[in-house]
């Protein structure tokens, strides 16, 4: 893989990180969450305009449901600014390229996830340091005072626990970090970019429900409790409908959908494309003939 293309996916990658962060700092909990649930029509739209990859009209459906089910049981306040708008536009952009390159250059040079992973970490390395270095060593605010990154290691190494708990705390979230990337581009690379995203809002579903069981106080909260009941009721839909659709495609089987639709009613929602262009599908590369 050549070091313009490790850079390329690296930055998409760094950018992807930076950017819902700061839309999460400038922009409220519910916008945040609306930024998350857009990555998945942005990344059929990339698909579609620049790769010529489509998703049948079924599987839109299905991730129809599941988006509306997360939405209902994760949006609540939307308060946005002007820049916190722009974060998140950027955000999802950043995401959603970066996503589809974690799948598309595993098949492009033949290589695995932990190769993809080991290939772009030092680039990510160097770029985070470099943000770092001009936004965090330096106070550009002295008379209101900063607490730079140069002073907190003074202090962490100059026998400061609370400090040097925290660095342990970042090393071990360093350590998670690296495993959900495997994991991510391990699943990427054998399925989609898409089906990556449909997993992360069923993990979403689940952090609402192991919330509500480990911490029974937000109970407290009726409508939001009934808001995330239902909402987490239809995304788990959602998701079962999905994996059911993509197995039985890749399976050359009929669907649920196949049996218990009328004809015309499958006749509308049944996608036809023309030659030459191929369906989102599960595999290393797309095939027209799941279309």
């Known amino acids: 893989m050549p070091q313009a293309e490790k850079f390329k996916v690296a930055a998409a990658g760094f950018a992807s990180i930076g950017f819902m962060n700061l839309s999460l700092n ?19 739209a990339i698909n579609a305009f620049a790769y010529s990859v489509h998703a049948s009209a079924k599987i839109k459906i299905a991730l129809l449901i599941l988006l509306a089910g997360v939405g209902v049981a ?7 600014r002007p820049l916190g708008l722009l974060f998140g536009v950027l955000a999802v952009l950043t995401t959603a390229v970066f996503q589809i390159w ?8 033949g290589i695995s996830a932990t190769q993809l992973q080991a290939g772009i970490a030092s680039w990510q390395s160097a770029q985070a340091l470099a943000v770092a270095a001009a936004t ?7 008379t209101e005072g900063c607490d730079t990154s140069a002073t907190f290691f003074q202090d962490a190494f100059a026998g400061n626990v609370g400090r040097q708990y925290t660095l342990w705390v970042v090393l071990g979230t360093c350590f998670l970090a690296l495993a959900v ?10 399925t989609s970019a898409i089906t990556f995203q449909v997993v992360g ?3 979403t579903c689940l952090v609402l429900v192991g919330g509500y069981m480990l911490f029974p106080a937000k ?8 808001n995330n009941i239902m909402g987490v009721s239809v995304a788990m839909i959602g998701v079962i409908l999905y994996g059911h659709i993509k197995h039985a495609s890749g399976q050359d089987m009929p669907d649920c959908l196949d049996q218990t639709c009328p004809g015309p009613v499958l006749y509308l929602i049944e996608p036809k494309y023309s030659e030459g262009e191929r369906e989102e599908t599960e595999g290393l590369k797309g095939s027209a003939n799941n279309a």
């Open 102 to 109: 974690q799948g598309t250059k595993q098949k492009e040079f």
């Open 219 to 226: 109970l407290a909260d009726t409508q939001q409790l009934y």
């Open 26 to 44: 400038y922009n409220s909990v519910g916008f945040y969450q609306i930024t998350k649930l857009t990555i998945v029509p942005v990344t059929l």
């Open 136 to 142: 965090e060593v330096y106070c550009y605010s002295p």
């Open 181 to 190: 990337n495997l994991c991510s581009f391990g699943l990427i690379g054998r």
């Open 201 to 203: 809002h069923a993990k």
């Open 74 to 80: 994760t949006v609540s306040d939307v308060q946005l």
